[in-house]
């Protein structure tokens, strides 16, 4: 996939080794619990969990590299 190729990082939600790989690219696999359902309240909170999650990344790429956070930055999230 072209978004693969191009991606600093990529980032998986709990598939583990099923996931792609993607050689010579960065990869997180970050476990969450699987919203499908789930009360409005559980999947707030799991949605809160992805997005500390990508703001502590784009806090992280921004410090390596500011045109990686640039291009890595999910719209509508903003550094602070």
């Given at each position: 996939d072209s978004h693969?190729?191009?991606?600093?990082?990529?980032v998986t939600m709990g598939c583990g080794d099923e996931c792609p790989v993607v050689?010579?690219?960065r990869r997180e696999d970050w476990e969450l619990e699987d919203p499908a359902g789930k009360d409005l309240e559980t999947v707030r909170r799991i949605?809160?969990?992805i997005e500390t999650r990508v703001r502590l990344l784009v806090g992280e790429l921004s410090q390596e590299s500011p045109a990686a956070a640039a291009v890595s930055r999910p719209s509508g999230v903003e550094t602070s």
């Open positions: 693969l190729e191009e991606a600093d990082v990529v050689p010579g690219k949605r809160d969990e």
